[in-house]
């Protein structure tokens, strides 16, 4: 197997960052994104390549771990690696770093690849001629378990909110990393700030299209674990998991 890592470097912006200067969700499943489809595109399976062939990729599910907080004005290198594929289920990890080479984050990430027509998906024998020696069987963090428990008992409703235009990407559906503001607006800002985020998770179950109205509950399950979901005509669309550690500032 292949030792193949992409890297990229990114500074991190008064825009992707929060009220605690530390870098929002959704800004670092964005910088993670960039690089996955800079590496796709450099091994030959990126969105120009699979476009003609009516083919895509869609992320299913991400985990992270953090070490530390990714704080603004940082300049921070992600590498990033497509792992083994195993059957229709593509996965890709992904490590952020600092400038001085310390890990700050570690993510996973699981992929589908569909046919636009049909709908089907597709295991890696449809992709077109690519650098099929790349993939590498490195882990950056174990997953126990890719499965979000669901919110049996209903939970409390949060908010509800309508998907517009702007939160649709060129699949026409809310961009994966649209969904940790959505999450993240489930808690509010006397509760972030009293903690810090050790990890989470989302499983995208379904895709939300441009005038659905989306209804987001949340549950505390103590321990600093709390769940939330995005629900669609009573049915969760995507599933959030929460850790937090009390926060420690000086």
């Not at 209804?215 to 399950?221: E, G, L, Q, S, T």
Request: charge should be negative; charged fraction near 25%; include cysteine.
């Amino acid at each position: 197997m292949s030792n193949y890592r992409h890297t990229r470097q990114f500074a991190i912006r008064y825009s992707d960052s929060d009220f605690k200067d530390e870098v929002k969700l959704s800004a670092l499943l964005s910088l993670v994104q960039e690089a996955a489809c800079s590496s796709a595109d450099e091994l030959g399976f990126g969105y120009e390549a699979l476009r003609p062939c009516g083919l895509g990729f869609l992320v299913v599910g991400t985990q992270c771990e953090f070490t530390a907080p990714v704080r603004l004005g940082e300049t921070v290198t992600v590498e990033t690696w497509p792992c083994p594929p195993r059957h229709a289920i593509f996965e890709r990890d992904y490590r952020i770093k600092d400038a001085a080479g310390n890990e700050l984050c570690a993510l996973a990430s699981r992929w589908c690849l569909f046919e636009f027509a049909s709908g089907a998906l597709r295991s890696e024998d449809a992709l077109p001629a690519h650098k099929s020696d790349c993939y590498n069987p490195e882990k950056s963090l174990s997953v126990a378990s890719w499965k979000i428990p669901k919110i049996a008992d209903g939970g409390e409703e949060v908010y509800r909110m309508k998907v517009c235009g702007s939160h649709c990407d060129h699949y026409m559906h809310a961009n994966n990393a649209r969904y940790a503001d959505f999450f993240s607006d489930c808690f509010t800002m006397d509760e972030l700030s009293a903690r810090r985020v050790k990890g989470f998770a989302i499983t995208y179950l379904r895709q939300a299209k441009e005038g659905e109205e989306l209804v987001f509950v949340r549950k505390d399950c103590g321990n600093g674990v709390f769940l939330a979901e995005a629900r669609h005509e009573g049915e969760p669309i995507a599933q959030f998991m929460m850790r937090f550690e009390e926060e420690t500032r000086g």
